[in-house]
């Protein structure tokens, strides 16, 4: 099943991506984006909407919250996004990827290409 992972931005300011349900104004399954500083840059962390009490990532949101809809959400952070939600690894193919990494959190290292996106 292919799901519509979409990046939201709410009214109360935090930055939200998760599966969007244009028919019942619903983004299921939500995580909160964190930027987090780091020796190499700035690096994205994905939580729980609801950490730390709620540690998997489940629940919906009514649309109504969403100030704002990013047009475009980079491929690696819907990837690490349904990794975290899912607890697979996905593989982008060929031995050389991350195999039985159980991440729950993506990483990325430069913060200015997603905010061009």
Not at 26 to 38: M, S
Not at 78 to 97: F, N, Q, R, V
């Amino acid at each position: 099943m292919a799901y519509n992972v979409k990046l939201f931005k709410m009214v109360n300011g935090d930055m939200v991506i998760g599966k969007w349900d244009a028919e019942k104004n619903l983004i299921t399954d939500p995580a909160v984006l964190q930027t987090v500083p780091a020796e190499q840059g700035v690096q994205m962390m994905i939580l729980p909407f609801g950490y730390p009490f709620d540690n998997e990532i489940e629940g919906e949101i009514d649309g109504k919250h969403i100030m704002y809809e990013y047009k475009n959400c980079p491929e690696d952070v819907s990837t690490k996004y349904l990794e975290a939600a899912s607890k697979l690894t996905l593989s982008s193919g060929g031995l050389g990827g991350n195999l039985g990494g159980g991440m729950r959190g993506g990483n990325v290292s430069n913060i200015s290409e997603l905010l061009k996106k």
